[in-house]
């Protein structure tokens, strides 16, 4: 997952002081990446965890 986000966030990188939109500033920004890697690995042990959790109580 890492390579494809950060390929996504140096291809949207250039953009960012151009874009009105963005709230933080480029150094927000740049911190991105890892706040989404961290997020999905959260996620993953999230819903692992809650389909182990019905499984046993299903058995």
């Given at each position: 997952?890492?390579?494809?986000?950060?390929?996504?966030?140096?291809?949207?990188?250039?953009?960012?002081?151009?874009?009105?939109?963005?709230?933080g500033g480029k150094e927000k920004f740049d911190n991105?990446?890892?706040?989404?890697?961290?997020?999905?690995?959260a996620r993953a042990k999230y819903i692992i965890a809650?389909?182990?959790?019905?499984?046993?109580?299903?058995?």
């Open positions: 997952m890492k390579p494809i986000i950060q390929e996504m966030h140096d291809q949207i990188r250039p953009y960012v002081p151009k874009d009105p939109y963005i709230k991105e990446p890892e706040f989404i890697l961290k997020f999905i690995e809650g389909r182990l959790n019905w499984i046993n109580n299903f058995l």
